[in-house]
């Protein structure tokens, strides 16, 4: 490697001075995304494409998917739109249309043109497990020391991202963008819009494998994001996961690797506490740091590692990044550590589920002191092989001595509870509960009832 390569100073802050009070124009908007400007071109204040959430002032961007989003452009006009886009619909009123080929199209080109207005700091994050996660913990360790804006929630896709992009403060000195798929070129797209200096691959993982192929597909599909950076950018990656580590072949950018048991960004001397939040040594290649995660789980440690790993690659001082960690909170329904009223521990990580991010928050489980052990599992959505799949881990559960109980689905082998609150009995002070499933499942309900019990 070379001398310098890990080199890195933070420098002034870009010159953001070209931006007026107002973010931009509808005439703008027509401009960026091809459409062609019905109205007066009114002042806009970011976009949405939900008409709940709308805030006066935003431009409103109805998406044909499961239902029509030109159904509410009525809504969003009464809610303060000034204007909208649209593919020929018209709504009462003065509001100004922008008619466009393509609603979600327009929103991409959009978020493209909005992209140019920001500095060369946008990070990209991808991988089957722990993106949202480092996504979280990126936006605190990077924000220690530039202006930034994030990816809120999930928000990674077509919509999503360049929605994020359009709604960053104008005075933003640093992006951090969540990248998600379901199928091949998807990734691709979405760098085009964003145009990251720094790709992270958390792990690649059985995820979405029905749509790609099997685990090699889902590769294929991640690294379109480290194939996508700058050749002066960054690819990090995963140095414990071989199919990421891997990709290092596949970037013109520099590679900076993160890991438990390797890399330029490594974590030594773990221990957890009593509800198995993490305490290390970070080694790097900027120095070392001590740190302390208020998040549970071995594999938030390994996410740290990546998003200090991210910010050291656009100049945040270790220091100063790490010292934020300490500060950070988790995106909803991720690893969230709770008590009942009785004392027993409930780990609500009911976001999202996959055989690898199951067996991080089982290990996690296992781990914390307690006399009784109980996962409440439900599907694990978009996986190649779930019959398989499911009966291998409900294996694995009871074979670390964890009762099994299963929600909505009989492919643990078991029949589902319609009550998991009532199946789970008694919850003594020595109870430990993890309630974790796919979206669909929706299972943070159930959480929510142990906690207030």
């Not at 059985?206 to 099997?214: I, Y």
């Not at 996690?364 to 092989?385: F, H, K, N, W």
Request: one cysteine or more; hydrophobic letters at 45%; aromatic letters at 4%.
């Amino acid at each position: 490697m070379a001398e310098g390569e890990f080199g890195g100073d933070p420098g002034a802050a870009d010159d953001l001075s070209n931006f007026d009070e107002v973010r931009f124009t509808a005439a703008q908007a027509a401009a960026a995304s091809q459409g062609t400007l019905d109205g007066p071109s009114v002042d806009l204040d970011g976009v949405s494409y939900d008409s709940r959430a709308l805030r006066a002032g935003q431009l409103f961007v109805p998406i044909v998917a499961d239902r029509d989003g030109h159904d509410f452009i009525g809504d969003a006009v009464a809610a303060g739109a000034p204007a909208y886009f649209t593919t020929g619909v018209r709504a009462a009123g003065d509001a100004t249309a922008i008619e466009v080929a393509d609603t979600t199209a327009a929103l991409l080109a959009l978020g493209a043109w909005a992209r140019t207005g920001f500095p060369d700091r946008v990070i990209g994050i991808t991988g089957s497990v722990g993106k949202t996660s480092v996504k979280d913990l990126a936006r605190v360790v990077v924000g220690s020391h530039w202006r930034t804006a994030a990816s809120e929630k999930s928000l990674n896709n077509d919509w999503g991202l360049p929605a994020t992009i359009v709604n960053a403060p104008d005075d933003s000195e640093a992006l951090v963008l969540e990248m998600g798929m379901r199928g091949l070129g998807e990734i691709t797209r979405l760098c085009e819009v964003a145009k990251p200096t720094v790709g992270v691959v958390t792990r690649v993982a059985a995820a979405h494998t029905e749509r790609l192929g099997g685990i090699d597909g889902v590769a294929r599909a991640k690294a379109e994001l480290v194939q996508s950076l700058p050749s002066n950018g960054w690819a990090v990656l995963n140095a414990d996961d071989s199919r990421v580590a891997a990709m290092s072949a596949l970037t013109q950018a520099r590679v900076l690797t993160f890991g438990l048991h390797g890399g330029d960004v490594r974590v030594e001397d773990l221990v957890l506490d009593e509800l198995a939040r993490p305490r290390f040594r970070l080694s790097t290649p900027w120095g070392h740091a001590s740190v302390v995660l208020p998040v549970s789980g071995v594999h938030m440690a390994l996410n740290a590692a990546a998003a200090v790993a991210a910010a050291l690659a656009v100049g945040v001082p270790l220091d100063s990044g790490v010292d934020a960690l300490a500060g950070v909170t988790l995106s909803p329904w991720r690893m969230e550590m709770g008590r009942a009223v009785s004392g027993a521990v409930i780990l609500n990580d009911a976001y999202n589920a996959n055989p690898a991010s199951m067996r991080a928050a089982l290990d996690t489980l296992v781990s914390l002191p307690a006399a009784r052990r109980v996962a409440v599992l439900g599907v694990m959505a978009e996986i190649e092989d779930p019959e398989r799949e499911h009966r291998a881990l409900a294996d694995e559960v009871r074979s670390r001595g964890v009762e099994l109980i299963a929600v909505g689905t009989d492919l643990y082998g078991q029949a589902p509870v319609s009550d998991p609150v009532t199946a789970v009995g008694e919850l003594g002070e020595g109870t430990a509960v993890l309630v974790k499933a796919s979206r669909v499942a929706g299972l943070e309900r159930v959480a929510a009832q142990l906690l207030a019990q």
